[in-house]
């Protein structure tokens, strides 16, 4: 097949990158209500996008009477100001974007939108090197689509012809302006806009999810040229290079006046290519670049604050850059950062001490490990095995458990193992008593706990008889945070001691505070025979694990489960001031309190809510599950939220790596009353905006 050179690609920026639709469309819809009238999503998709749009003609048409047009425009102002405080972008645009910009191609942005905007999705992308943004002056009705002024414009300006290009456009106006300009057009449908006909495109996509760029253009009959020509000195200024003395400057306006183009500098302040440098990752990470960290915020490079509400990855358990973790650290850091685990040290010896201090009754034995919560989990196995004699690991369906080879042996989740043909043998999945989804079918009232009776049987007909420990998150992290019923852990305690069998509490994520008491175990008033504990001891992120033991299981030689990084002198200082922080007369009480509120706020949310099956936690370790309309799990939606909940300055993270159906709701444990409520005010608009 003959392909056609491309040189260069124009996309639509709202609604086709970037989908703010819902929310302007809820803050016109609130002055509707105001006014006893519903606006319809078919009224809406039929009105926006025209030249010179105006839904108060349509409200005064139902209404029969006048509309206070300068009220209702400042109501939807502040609506919409508030509603678009953050910037998120539909399924697969990342990609794509990262795409583009190796392909050579020339790009850029044609749209109506606030520059600023604009400015800082593209450096949120981490794309704003060559990137172009054409501009409508002002929303001049008269330049708006579909007239084809702005492609014109872009196609002038790059100094192509039609054919050299291709627009995306998410609308029937938009794409008219684009094939008024002679142009080939994607079509690209947002939730707004599915249901209209978009056949005047050369091209429909579902989502950007469903198609890379290699595969579109070769469905198209087309192959990247080698970027536009030159044509005159206006083309050359509006093409120059980053090495340019003009480059990341503004471009003086077009001499009718009617629209600029600006070519934005790079984000990296160190000036190297930032697309070079996420080349060398073997994941490449989120387009997000952090700058710096407060308390419950997180601060990306172009000045976009928002609300951890996954505390990092739920191990800042005193939030970002806590200043007294800090001076704690900044103070260690000039006297020992490292000595190997074979000396002592001053730091390290006073960790331990207050580790055995606070930990539950029995439990006066500590190895340190390093920042690895699956090391800790191999290391309490290990001394499990040695104590019994028996090879057999008894877990639980979602559990979680850590990443190393035999943690993955063991997780409860079938898609972590599938890759590996090595495992570590003896594992017995056993169901996890998740009440809402009760694997025997039983109603809780009259169930006897079959979810931890049941394990018997599994022990006698489906291990080798020979079980070394059951191995339990009190809650399940990234199972799904699900809450054991009253009297399961109790349970499993008089059942490990009946059969001689070591009962192991994996606290990696429940503990240092996370359910409102030091343990899960205090929680609960359960003491396991071993403790694993990690992540949230570090305070702001210092990397430290380890076990908690009884007296009675020490004798495994420490050669066994040594670490290299178990003794390490910076971290013990950060531990120690944390556990200072969070014995504080208040500091897990408040914890209690705040996550009881939002406990509330969620339900009290939830009837509003249809996809919202479940809100369950201790604490501040709370769960949002997600259904469809029966009820059934929706990760897809489940995802879907957490990628638009940066559009609400929210950081969000979901169960089972995005297989679950849960949002995780984990603030870092210094959150007030006040920060509680913001961060609940921003679910609640994410929720309904989704509803």
């Known amino acids: 097949m003959r392909t056609v050179p491309l040189r260069a690609v124009f996309f639509d920026f709202d609604g086709t990158l970037w989908d703010p639709e819902p929310h302007i469309f809820h803050a016109y819809a609130e002055v509707f209500r105001r006014h006893g009238q519903v606006l319809t999503g078919s009224t809406w998709s039929t009105v926006v996008g025209t030249v010179g749009f105006d839904l108060w003609t349509e409200l005064e048409r139902l209404t029969g009477g006048c509309v206070d047009r300068e009220a209702a425009d400042a109501v939807v102002s502040l609506s919409t100001e508030e509603r678009l405080a953050g910037l998120g972008s539909r399924p697969g645009?990342?990609?794509?974007?990262?795409?583009?910009?190796?392909?050579?191609?020339?790009?850029?942005?044609?749209?109506?939108?606030?520059?600023?905007?604009?400015?800082?999705?593209?450096?949120?992308?981490?794309?704003?090197?060559?990137?172009?943004?054409?501009?409508?002056?002002?929303?001049?009705?008269?330049?708006?689509?579909?007239?084809?002024?702005?492609?014109?414009?872009?196609?002038?300006?790059?100094?192509?012809?039609?054919?050299?290009?291709?627009?995306?456009?998410?609308?029937?106006?938009?794409?008219?302006?684009?094939?008024?300009?002679?142009?080939?057009?994607?079509?690209?449908?947002?939730?707004?806009?599915?249901?209209?006909?978009?056949?005047?495109?050369?091209?429909?996509?579902?989502?950007f999810a469903h198609m890379d760029l290699p595969q579109l253009l070769h469905s198209m009959g087309l192959r990247a040229g080698s970027g536009p020509p030159p044509r005159g000195s206006r083309a050359r200024r509006a093409t120059r290079g980053a090495d340019s003395p003009e480059a990341g400057r503004s471009i003086p306006e077009h001499?009718?006046?009617?629209?600029?183009?600006?070519?934005?500098?790079?984000?990296?302040?160190?000036?190297?290519?930032?697309?070079?440098v996420l080349h060398h990752y073997y994941n490449p990470p989120h387009p997000l670049k952090a700058a710096r960290g407060e308390g419950v915020y997180l601060c990306a490079?172009?000045?976009?604050?928002?609300?951890?509400?996954?505390?990092?990855?739920?191990?800042?358990?005193?939030?970002?850059?806590?200043?007294?973790?800090?001076?704690?650290?900044?103070?260690?850091?000039?006297?020992?950062?490292?000595?190997?685990?074979?000396?002592?040290?001053?730091?390290?010896?006073?960790?331990?001490?207050?580790?055995?201090?606070?930990a539950p009754d029995g439990l006066s034995r500590v190895h340190l490990k390093s920042s690895s919560g699956s090391d800790a989990n191999e290391g309490a196995i290990k001394i499990a095995q040695h104590h019994t004699g028996n090879p057999d690991i008894v877990s639980l369906f979602r559990a979680h458990l850590g990443q190393t080879m035999g943690m993955i042996g063991a997780s409860g989740a079938a898609f972590r193992r599938a890759p590996f043909p090595s495992q570590i043998p003896g594992v017995v999945h056993v169901p996890d008593p998740y009440c809402a989804r009760c694997f025997y079918r039983q109603e809780r009232a009259t169930c006897g706990l079959l979810c931890a009776e049941r394990?018997?049987?599994?022990?006698?007909?489906?291990?080798?008889?020979?079980?070394?420990?059951?191995?339990?998150?009190?809650?399940?992290?990234?199972?799904?945070?699900?809450?054991?019923?009253?009297?399961?852990?109790?349970?499993?305690?008089?059942?490990?001691?009946?059969r001689g069998i070591l009962l192991v509490f994996d606290e990696i994520q429940t503990g240092f505070g996370r359910t409102g008491h030091m343990f899960a175990a205090d929680t609960y008033g359960v003491t396991p025979d071993m403790?694993?504990?990690?992540?949230?001891?570090?305070?702001?992120?210092?990397?430290?694990?380890?076990?908690?033991?009884?007296?009675?299981?020490?004798?495994?030689?420490?050669?066994?489960?040594?670490?290299?990084?178990?003794?390490?002198?910076?971290?013990?200082?950060?531990?120690?001031?944390?556990?200072?922080?969070?014995?504080?007369?208040?500091?897990?009480?408040?914890?209690?309190?705040?996550?009881?509120?939002?406990?509330?706020?969620?339900?009290e949310l939830a009837p509003q809510v249809p996809f919202m099956g479940d809100v369950r936690g201790e604490g501040l370790m709370i769960g949002v599950e997600i259904v469809d309309r029966?009820?059934?799990?929706?990760?897809?939606?489940?995802?879907?939220?957490?990628?638009?909940?940066?559009?609400?300055?929210?950081?969000?993270?979901?169960?089972?790596?995005?297989?679950?159906?849960?949002?995780?709701?984990?603030?870092?444990?210094?959150?007030?009353?006040?920060?509680?409520?913001?961060?609940?005010?921003?679910?609640?608009?994410?929720?309904?905006?989704?509803?």
């Not at 358990?317 to 000595?339: D, F």
């Not at 399940?476 to 054991?484: C, D, I, L, T």
């Open 255 to 276: 001499r009718q006046g009617a629209s600029s183009m600006t070519v934005l500098p790079s984000a990296n302040s160190c000036g190297e290519d930032v697309e070079d």
């Open 455 to 498: 394990i018997n049987d599994f022990i006698d007909y489906a291990s080798s008889g020979r079980v070394a420990c059951v191995v339990v998150e009190p809650i399940s992290g990234n199972g799904g945070n699900v809450v054991a019923p009253d009297g399961y852990l109790q349970a499993l305690r008089d059942l490990c001691d009946e």
């Open 531 to 603: 403790l694993t504990f990690g992540k949230g001891l570090g305070g702001s992120g210092l990397p430290i694990a380890g076990i908690l033991a009884q007296e009675r299981l020490t004798g495994l030689e420490g050669h066994h489960i040594s670490s290299t990084f178990g003794a390490n002198v910076l971290a013990a200082a950060a531990a120690v001031k944390t556990i200072e922080i969070l014995r504080r007369p208040g500091f897990l009480e408040n914890v209690r309190a705040v996550g009881a509120h939002v406990m509330s706020r969620l339900r």
């Open 630 to 691: 029966d009820g059934a799990p929706d990760p897809a939606l489940t995802n879907h939220l957490a990628e638009r909940g940066m559009a609400h300055g929210l950081l969000l993270r979901t169960s089972l790596y995005g297989f679950g159906n849960v949002v995780k709701v984990r603030p870092p444990l210094i959150m007030t009353r006040e920060e509680a409520d913001d961060m609940c005010d921003r679910l609640r608009r994410l929720f309904l905006d989704a509803s």
């Open 93 to 207: 645009v990342h990609r794509w974007l990262a795409e583009l910009d190796r392909s050579g191609l020339a790009r850029a942005l044609v749209s109506n939108s606030r520059r600023p905007w604009i400015a800082r999705y593209l450096r949120q992308c981490g794309i704003d090197r060559g990137w172009q943004a054409i501009h409508s002056s002002d929303g001049r009705p008269d330049r708006a689509k579909p007239a084809p002024h702005l492609y014109q414009e872009a196609l002038d300006r790059l100094g192509l012809r039609p054919d050299e290009a291709m627009a995306f456009e998410d609308s029937p106006s938009g794409i008219t302006a684009a094939k008024r300009a002679g142009l080939r057009c994607v079509a690209v449908p947002n939730a707004m806009t599915a249901g209209l006909d978009l056949s005047e495109a050369d091209l429909t996509l579902a989502s």
């Open 301 to 358: 490079d172009d000045g976009t604050r928002y609300l951890d509400c996954s505390s990092g990855t739920f191990n800042l358990t005193l939030g970002y850059s806590h200043p007294e973790i800090v001076e704690a650290v900044r103070a260690q850091a000039g006297e020992l950062i490292h000595v190997t685990s074979k000396f002592q040290s001053g730091p390290v010896n006073e960790l331990v001490s207050r580790l055995a201090e606070i």
